[in-house]
């Protein structure tokens, strides 16, 4: 009744490539962050609350 789904080799990789792309982003994320100056970090800090 039931059977077990025979995964292919580049089935079981996608995965760890939608993985390793999420974390290269979340990485450049932080490092963005990090590079940026304080007069940028006051601006980004302040964004939400803007009336422009």
């Known amino acids: ?3 077990r789904i025979a995964y292919m080799e580049w089935q079981t990789l996608l995965p760890q490539i939608g993985f390793a792309l999420f974390a290269l982003a ?5 490092w ?3 590079k ?3 007069s940028e970090l ?4 302040r964004l939400p609350l ?3």
């Open 1 to 3: 009744m039931w059977s």
């Open 26 to 30: 979340f990485v450049l994320a932080i």
């Open 32 to 34: 963005r962050t990090f």
């Open 36 to 38: 940026m100056s304080p």
């Open 42 to 45: 006051e601006r980004a800090s």
């Open 50 to 52: 803007e009336d422009e």
